[in-house]
């Protein structure tokens, strides 16, 4: 099978040897009542009330929403307002841990014997996407009425982050029972784990386990970026092609990343909701790198103070991978369920662009075979027709155009922004 294009990257993953360890309990969480894709939450909770791990504090009041829980048991000090990334407004419950972190009586392991109980338990335990899509985990499992193949995408295929890696080593029993159980309650009768070449150990204990699983295979990807992208894994797993305007559950298809395979199994087991989760901090910033498993709405603060991070010559501070993190302008900010790493830079020169050479290297590496550069000129002269002709929106925004360019040219900054200029389905 031919495969498609991409860029191999510095594999700077100082991380990926060093177990998770846990960070020591913040004084405050804060809760924003949006952490996925879709409607925010309410507050469930009031100023002095007291809550305890796993607690309801955000009730999703709206279908494409998700609950929030209390990822520290403690008093309600305050309900703010908080500003997302895309600007919206939004309240954030603020609870101040009383250190003790007893559980809520009522996280008991769900009753969980059909397709409709499985999707009730993944809403109700407040799962989304935790490779950093933040869409809610009930709705890809709700979208294929008779899904024909998983796709479990464990690539993490991005320099420093290494939180994925560290699950399929240290827990690889509950990515495969979290397999076992989904295809089980959905009747899929295949599933594809697909893991990059780089992470052999993850490779053998998957493998091994799979092995004694009826239609599981474990897939060892090529170590190329954007691998982890939905399209691309999906190819390079079961060599489907996603058309344009179309998603994987139009082919029959789920993908789901492994945290968020293995997170479904341990709240089957558990009945305690998503309150935490494994960042991976790293960065040339961060004199010592770790994953850290911290309390949802923990202070980015803590996570850099922690790891010993450079404050001092701290330039960029990214939320997510160095390809398609997004920067931010403050370290003052809560751990959300999405946010699979923390990266720290040193300041760098940034090189002024300069005009196009038309040498092509964008167009060769872009995995879905579109022309950057015609994307770019279109954008300039403001040509909706030009730019739905050159297929603008199967662009995954994955960053290979902008990093091969000898230019310096922003084209994946101003192919998001072309992607404004098109009619609100």
Known sequence: MKRLSGIHLPHWKRTEEQPVRALPLPETVRLPMLMHTGDPCQPAVKKGDHVLLGQLVGEAVSESAVPIHASVSGTVSAI????TADGTEVPCVEITSDGEQRIFDGCQPPSVKSRDDLIRAARESGCVGLGGSGKPTFLKLAAVQKPQMLIVNGAECEPYLTSDSRLMTEHPEDVIEGTVLIMRLLKIKEARIGIQTDKPAAI???SELSAAQKGITVCPL?????????????????GKVIPEGKTAA?????????STVAFLYQYVQTGIPMTERVVTVDGDAIKKPFNLRVPIGTNAVRLLEYTGCDFDHLHKLLCGGPMMGAALSSPDFPILKPQNGLIACKSAKQPKPSPCIRCGRCIRV?????????LERAYQKQDIRMLTAHHITLCMNCGCCSYVCPA????ADVIQQAKTLLPKP
């Open 204 to 206: 053998r204990k998957l």
């Open 366 to 374: 872009c995995p879905l075979n579109l022309m950057p550069v015609q």
């Open 80 to 83: 703010t307002q908080y500003r």
């Open 222 to 238: 090529p170590a190329v970026y954007p691998q982890g992208a939905e399209k691309v894994v999906i190819y390079h797993t079961c």
């Open 408 to 411: 310096h040219r922003p084209l």
């Open 250 to 258: 139009d082919l029959g298809l789920i993908t789901l990343n492994v």
